[in-house]
């Protein structure tokens, strides 16, 4: 018998079909965050120069910043603890594009709050997370190259983020309600009662 055949007398243990709570949690909250912060970001661009512009904008950099920590920890997490298979009727062309995807939102998750931070920096504007923390800046002082280069790339990272979101909630919706297939239990909130062998 091959050393992968699990025995008669000793079942394989059950696989999960979901995430664990913890990273659903940082899931739900990170997707929270990033709305919100999309939000807030197309929010404030608008607005004169005022105490309630500085207000807002000190609230988009909070949360810039907590969603940089997140995204730290639910890497680190993911490295710890294998996600559940995906479904088998997955072609590869879909099992290709989920990887991109997924590739690219991690990758977009540090860059579009690095690259505000360094936006911050190179404008002289210090970053205070939550009013208390004085985060270091690490670019030097130069509004010209923080105009020019640093605000476009973090304003295109946090479009090209907003879009392949769109795409992300897309699929889930596709995933749902035309191959009805599960994928959304897998960081569905709720009981975790589905196991397979």
Known sequence: MPADTPS???????RTLRYDGFAIALHWLLAAL????????????????????????????WAGVTILALSALRLLWRAGHRPPALPPSMS????????????LMYL??????LSGW??????????????????????PLDRVFAEAALQPLHKYSAFLLGGVTLLHVAAVCKHQWIDRDGLVQRMWPG???????
């Open 34 to 61: 990033i709305v919100g912060a999309l939000g807030v970001g197309l929010y404030m661009t608008g607005l004169p120069f005022s105490p309630l512009r500085l207000k807002v904008y000190s609230w988009h950099k």
């Open 108 to 113: 977009l998750f540090f860059a579009v709050p």
């Open 118 to 139: 360094a936006y911050s920096s190179a404008m002289g504007m210090p970053v205070a997370w939550f009013g208390v923390l004085v985060l270091p800046d690490f670019m």
């Open 8 to 14: 008669p007398s000793f079942p394989a243990p059950p």
């Open 191 to 197: 009981p975790r009662k589905e196991t397979a062998r």
């Open 92 to 103: 590869r062309l879909q099992l290709t594009s989920y990887r991109i995807s997924h590739t």
